[in-house]
Nanobody
Framework: QVQLVESGGGLVQPGGSLRLSCVAS????????MGWYRQAPGKQRELVAS???????NYADSVKGRFTISRDNAKKTVYLQMNSLKPEDTAVYYC????????????WGQGTQVTVSS
């Protein structure tokens, strides 16, 4: 059974930083596109950032220049470095994995709470 386990969430003041991690129990992690989504109360889940198997990255306009997604294939881990956090970044952040050869093969983590507040 595939598992995506997120960690690194918490409470941070505006302007602060957090780094989220997601460890995936995928046998061929390097062939998956990995992403981070978030869902705030009363809002739809939205894509924050993604990184392809080849290392290409994509960001939501709202986080460009503040967040950085990266991956370590040897550790089967994807990271989201979040800097200059704002209260509107408050949400549950979910790790997502999608096979590059079959978009129907995808998995979600359980989510980690990020709260930005003074």
């Amino acid at each position: 059974q595939v598992q995506l386990v997120e960690s690194g969430g918490g409470l941070v003041q505006p302007g602060g930083s957090l780094r989220l991690s997601c460890v995936a129990s995928l046998s061929v992690f390097s062939t998956y596109t990995m992403g981070w989504y978030r869902q705030a109360p009363g809002k739809q889940r939205e894509l924050v950032a993604s990184i392809s198997s080849g290392g290409s990255t994509n960001y939501a306009d709202s986080v460009k220049g503040r967040f950085t997604i990266s991956r370590d294939n040897a550790k089967k881990t994807v990271y989201l470095q979040m800097n200059s956090l704002k209260p509107e970044d408050t949400a549950v952040y979910y790790c997502y994995a999608e096979a590059s050869w079959n978009k129907a093969r995808n998995f979600w983590g359980q989510g980690t709470q990020v709260t930005v507040s003074s």
